[in-house]
């Protein structure tokens, strides 16, 4: 039943019905799946099949609950909606740091995961694409649109009194997705905000989580981040490369303490300046020099937490400052050393505008791709689900799709 689903994935087939009818038709499909041509499964076999890999209710939360408001919009063309304060994220990190994260969502996914895990990383891993002794993971959020409207309907007799303004709950047909705001296209949208962990040198999907579409990419990212670790326990992430929206003083310091490399777009609005100690910081957290020309990185002095910053016109091997203004009597021109704990979101290791930090951010479109290939591709959201086990069931489905994909690419190489 799996392989003949992956199969469906692999041919596009977006609904069930279609599929089992294709398979009655379709002699080699039917062998292709395993099956005898003679006899081949019903489209509720296959929904048999998916409730046993499913454990417990549907969804995550009940059917019955109130309605939610609509997130605000961006301020801007292309801005997300602001529905999260980041000072929070210190809460969040606590929190799961004391109570755990993943205990519902592991319960879900404890046969998913475990065949998805064994079968398909497990296989990525012996054909040397995944290492997760050194795991460089690269994260974003992608809306998931499940429908044009809200899909619930009102319990009480509340509209039928002339009452406009309900205050009693609705009955949800799908009650873990809810409203959001799809900044890349600037309307809202009904549905979930999927958040992929892909392992940047590879780019392979390796985690994925459903949120509600209101969930920011920060808390999904950080839940996602504590599901990976109680999942997969054994794994060592060395790095994290992450946008703008995941740029919080709470993530660095996290990942401080759990010795993970940080690779975060700076935030320009939450940038503050260094007035006080003599230099000042672009939006990029790069010291910006008299001239106002951002200056060049000169290395990192680990063990005394430095960052060391020159000036731009420097010319290092003549070790000569060419600027025609010189703001210090020193023919090497400024220096400026930046001690990393003073703030380690501005003032990172290695330092932000410095080539290494370059060539690993720029592995970040590794988590756009996979994001596209599952949407695109995979024609994720034209499965038109009606609960959580379906979409993580069609999702998990198209991860396995993309490893062996990746497999088939590996073996054509090596031949």
């Given at each position: 039943?799996?392989?003949?689903?992956?199969?469906?994935?692999?041919?596009?087939?977006?609904?069930?019905?279609?599929?089992?009818?294709?398979?009655?038709?379709?002699?080699?499909?039917?062998?292709?799946?395993?099956?005898?041509?003679?006899?081949?499964?019903?489209?509720?076999?296959?929904?048999?099949?998916?409730?046993?890999?499913?454990?417990?209710?549907?969804?995550?939360?009940?059917?019955?609950?109130?309605?939610?408001?609509?997130?605000?919009?961006?301020?801007?063309?292309?801005?997300?909606?602001?529905?999260?304060?980041?000072?929070?994220?210190?809460?969040?990190?606590?929190?799961?740091?004391?109570?755990?994260?993943?205990?519902?969502?592991?319960?879900?996914?404890?046969?998913?995961?475990?065949?998805?895990?064994?079968?398909?990383?497990?296989?990525?891993?012996?054909?040397?694409?995944?290492?997760?002794?050194?795991?460089?993971?690269?994260?974003?959020?992608?809306?998931?649109?499940?429908?044009?409207?809200?899909?619930?309907?009102?319990?009480?007799?509340?509209?039928?009194?002339?009452?406009?303004?309900?205050?009693?709950?609705?009955?949800?047909?799908?009650?873990?997705?809810?409203?959001?705001?799809?900044?890349?296209?600037?309307?809202?949208?009904?549905?979930?905000?999927?958040?992929?962990?892909?392992?940047?040198?590879?780019?392979?999907?390796?985690?994925?989580?459903l949120e509600r579409a209101s969930r920011h990419d920060l808390p999904a990212m950080l839940h996602g981040l504590a599901c990976i670790k109680a999942f997969f326990s054994d794994w060592n992430i060395s790095a994290l490369i992450l946008d703008s929206a995941h740029d919080a003083a709470a993530v660095y310091k996290m990942c401080s303490k759990s010795s993970i490399t940080p690779f975060i777009y700076?935030?320009?609005?939450?940038?503050?300046?260094?007035?006080?100690?003599?230099?000042?910081?672009?939006?990029?957290?790069?010291?910006?020099?008299?001239?106002?020309?951002?200056?060049?990185?000169?290395?990192?002095?680990?063990?005394?937490?430095?960052?060391?910053?020159?000036?731009?016109?420097?010319?290092?091997?003549?070790?000569?400052?060419?600027?025609?203004?010189?703001?210090?009597?020193?023919?090497?021109?400024?220096?400026?050393?930046?001690?990393?704990?003073?703030?380690?979101?501005?003032?990172?290791?290695?330092?932000?505008?410095s080539p290494q930090w370059k060539q690993a951010y720029n592995k970040r479109t590794s988590a756009e791709r996979a994001n596209k290939r599952i949407k695109i591709d995979g024609l994720l959201e034209e499965g038109h689900h009606r609960s959580s086990m379906m979409w993580y069931i069609r999702l998990f489905a198209i991860l396995s799709v993309i490893h062996v994909d990746a497999w088939h690419e590996?073996?054509?190489?090596?031949?």
């Amino acid at each position: 039943m799996l392989r003949s689903y992956l199969l469906s994935i692999c041919l596009k087939s977006t609904s069930l019905v279609d599929w089992a009818e294709r398979l009655r038709s379709d002699e080699s499909l039917a062998i292709l799946s395993g099956f005898s041509p003679d006899h081949t499964p019903s489209f509720a076999s296959f929904y048999d099949f998916f409730h046993r890999l499913w454990p417990g209710c549907n969804n995550f939360l009940p059917h019955l609950r109130y309605r939610r408001k609509k997130p605000p919009k961006g301020k801007g063309n292309g801005e997300k909606s602001p529905s999260f304060d980041k000072d929070y994220a210190a809460t969040i990190i606590k929190y799961f740091d004391g109570h755990g994260a993943g205990v519902i969502l592991k319960s879900k996914l404890s046969i998913i995961g475990k065949i998805f895990s064994r079968i398909f990383l497990a296989g990525s891993m012996h054909k040397g694409l995944l290492n997760t002794k050194k795991l460089v993971l690269a994260g974003d959020g992608t809306p998931v649109v499940v429908s044009n409207r809200e899909r619930s309907h009102s319990t009480c007799d509340c509209h039928k009194q002339g009452i406009d303004k309900c205050c009693h709950k609705r009955w949800f047909s799908q009650p873990d997705a809810n409203w959001g705001w799809d900044s890349s296209r600037n309307f809202f949208y009904y549905g979930y905000n999927l958040y992929l962990f892909t392992d940047a040198n590879s780019g392979l999907p390796v985690f994925p989580v459903l949120e509600r579409a209101s969930r920011h990419d920060l808390p999904a990212m950080l839940h996602g981040l504590a599901c990976i670790k109680a999942f997969f326990s054994d794994w060592n992430i060395s790095a994290l490369i992450l946008d703008s929206a995941h740029d919080a003083a709470a993530v660095y310091k996290m990942c401080s303490k759990s010795s993970i490399t940080p690779f975060i777009y700076l935030n320009p609005r939450g940038t503050k300046s260094a007035e006080n100690k003599g230099y000042t910081v672009g939006d990029d957290g790069v010291p910006i020099c008299p001239l106002g020309l951002p200056m060049k990185p000169n290395g990192t002095d680990k063990k005394r937490h430095r960052a060391k910053y020159i000036c731009p016109k420097t010319k290092y091997a003549e070790r000569l400052c060419m600027c025609d203004n010189r703001c210090t009597k020193s023919t090497y021109g400024r220096v400026v050393n930046i001690n990393l704990k003073d703030d380690p979101r501005l003032f990172c290791d290695p330092p932000r505008g410095s080539p290494q930090w370059k060539q690993a951010y720029n592995k970040r479109t590794s988590a756009e791709r996979a994001n596209k290939r599952i949407k695109i591709d995979g024609l994720l959201e034209e499965g038109h689900h009606r609960s959580s086990m379906m979409w993580y069931i069609r999702l998990f489905a198209i991860l396995s799709v993309i490893h062996v994909d990746a497999w088939h690419e590996r073996k054509c190489e090596s031949a």
